[in-house]
C-alpha cells in the first residue's frame, strides 16, 4: 500500500495537478490516522516488541512524509519545466553531497524515478535513452 501511495504521489506531481494533491493529501491523513489508531493504539508492546519497533519506525517515516506533503501543498508544485531538476545538485554542499549519495546508494530509487518520469512524459525517447 505504501509503495502505491509513492507511485500515486510521484504521478500526481509529474502532472502538476494540484487540486488531485490536496485530495491525494487529506485522504492519506485520514488512511494514515485510521491505521495507526486502529492497529498501533491496541498493540501490546510485551509480546511484540520487535512490532511494535518498526510500527514507530514506519509512523515516524510517514509523519514526516506528511509534513513534507504539506509543506510541498503550501509552497505549491512547480511547473512542469521544473519539474525534472535534481534539488540535491542544485548546490555544492556537504549536506547535498550527502544526501545525493543516500539517493544514488537506495536500490531501485533512481530506476524508479526515471521510470515513473518516463510514463508520465511525452517523449519519443525509448527508456533505454531516457535512463542514460
Given amino acids: 500500500v505504501l509503495f502505491f501511495l ?3 504521489d510521484r504521478i500526481i ?3 502538476s495537478f494540484a487540486v488531485a494533491k490536496v485530495i ?3 485522504s492519506n491523513l485520514v488512511l494514515f490516522t485510521y491505521s495507526v489508531t486502529e492497529y498501533a493504539w491496541y498493540l ?3 509480546r511484540q516488541q520487535g512490532g511494535g519497533l518498526a510500527l514507530r519506525a514506519i509512523y515516524l517515516t510517514k509523519a514526516v512524509s506528511l509534513v513534507l506533503q504539506a509543506l510541498q501543498i503550501r509552497y505549491g508544485i512547480p511547473h512542469k519545466s521544473a519539474l525534472y531538476q535534481q534539488f540535491l545538485t542544485s548546490k555544492v554542499s556537504h549536506i547535498n553531497y550527502l ?3 543516500l539517493y544514488r546508494v537506495l536500490p531501485f530509487l ?3 524515478r526515471c521510470v ?3 510514463s508520465c512524459t511525452s517523449t519519443s525517447l ?3 535513452d531516457w535512463l542514460k
Fill in 6 to 8: 509513492i507511485v500515486l
Fill in 99 to 101: 544526501g545525493f549519495r
Fill in 126 to 128: 525509448t527508456m533505454y
Fill in 44 to 46: 501490546e508492546l510485551t
Fill in 24 to 26: 491525494f493529501y487529506l
Fill in 116 to 118: 515513473l518520469d518516463w
Fill in 13 to 15: 506531481y509529474l502532472c
Fill in 110 to 112: 533512481y530506476e524508479l
